[in-house]
């Protein structure tokens, strides 16, 4: 028993039981085929992907984040390949205070890896500003800023 193309793999051996006649079933394993080529890349490329000396990864610099995957699948000797684990980036939930002290509208549409500040409402408050920051990486648009 051999593998099917595009699959290698050592064959093995499919034996009648010894002293059997007519319909019997036979004795066997089956082989163990691996992808014989190299899996072929997805045509067309999907957006936010690029394949380097390190393998597929996600074009973090054009707004992706993740962890690039590329998949083979082969159906009746058919090899497909997708690509998978890439996600836009996404500003973070626009920061909302429930607090009159608090002057929280510069931190609207802060990018990953960005921050914002966060005042204290003069004339009556007073203090130092603190920041506010969206992950790096962030591709959720309901994820709120750290601060």
């Known amino acids: 028993v051999k593998c099917a193309l595009p699959f290698v793999g050592p064959p093995t051996v499919a034996v009648c039981p010894y002293g059997t006649t007519g319909v019997t079933t036979l004795n ?22 690029w394949n380097n000396d390190r393998g ?4 973090a ?10 998949q083979c699948v082969s159906k009746c ?8 684990g890439c996600s836009t980036t996404s500003p973070c939930a626009s920061l909302e205070s429930k607090r009159c002290d608090l ?22 408050f007073v203090g130092l500003a603190t920041r506010a920051s969206c992950p790096v990486g962030n591709s959720d ?7």
């Open 56 to 59: 597929w990864q996600c074009k």
């Open 77 to 84: 000797r058919v090899v497909k390949s997708s690509l998978s």
């Open 28 to 49: 066997w394993t089956a082989p163990s085929c691996v992808l014989g080529q190299a899996c072929p890349t997805p045509a067309p490329l999907p957006a936010g992907y």
């Open 103 to 124: 002057d929280v509208s510069a931190c609207s549409g802060i990018y990953p890896g960005d921050d914002c500040p966060v005042y204290c409402k003069p004339p009556h």
């Open 61 to 70: 610099g054009d707004g992706f984040t993740g962890n690039a995957k590329l």
């Open 141 to 147: 648009p309901n994820t709120e800023l750290n601060w």
